[in-house]
C-alpha cells in the first residue's frame, strides 16, 4: 500500500504561480512512478504529467508543456508538480497518483491521493 497526501493548492491570479506536493508513505515509493492528473467540474479526469521511479523519463500533456515541471525527491517521498504561468483552464482538482510501472494512462495508476484545488481566477 501507498498513502499519497497532497498539498500546495490554492486560489492564483492567470499568469501566477503554485507547487504542487505529494507526499507519500508506505510501500517502497522510489519503485514506483508517479503523476499528476486533474479533473475540472463537468469534465472527465485528464493526464497533467509523469515521472519515472529514478526522475529521468517525464511526460507531460500538451497544453501544459514548457509552464509545468514535474519533479521527484525519492529521499523524501515526495513529488512535486511546479506550475507556472497559470491559467484559468488550468482550475481544477489535482491529485497524484503512483503506478507500478510507467505511463500516462490513468487506468496505469493503483494508488491515488485525495486531491487539492487550485483556482485560477482570470
Known amino acids: 500500500q501507498v498513502q499519497l497526501v497532497e498539498s500546495g493548492g490554492g486560489l492564483v491570479q492567470a499568469g501566477g504561480s503554485l507547487r504542487l506536493s505529494c507526499a507519500a508513505s508506505?510501500?517502497?515509493?522510489?519503485?514506483?512512478?508517479m503523476g499528476w492528473f486533474r479533473q475540472a467540474p463537468g469534465k472527465e479526469r485528464e493526464f497533467v504529467a509523469a515521472i519515472s521511479w529514478g526522475g529521468g523519463h517525464t511526460d507531460y500533456e500538451y497544453s501544459v508543456k514548457g509552464r509545468f515541471t514535474i519533479s521527484r525527491d525519492n529521499a523524501k517521498n515526495t513529488v512535486y508538480l511546479q506550475m507556472n504561468s497559470l491559467k484559468p483552464e488550468d482550475t481544477a482538482f489535482y491529485y497524484c497518483?503512483?503506478?507500478?510501472?510507467?505511463?500516462?494512462?490513468?487506468?496505469?495508476?493503483?494508488?491515488w491521493g485525495r486531491g487539492t484545488q487550485v483556482t485560477v481566477s482570470s
Open positions: 508506505g510501500r517502497a515509493f522510489e519503485s514506483y512512478a
Open positions: 497518483a503512483a503506478a507500478p510501472r510507467y505511463g500516462v494512462e490513468a487506468v496505469l495508476y493503483y494508488y
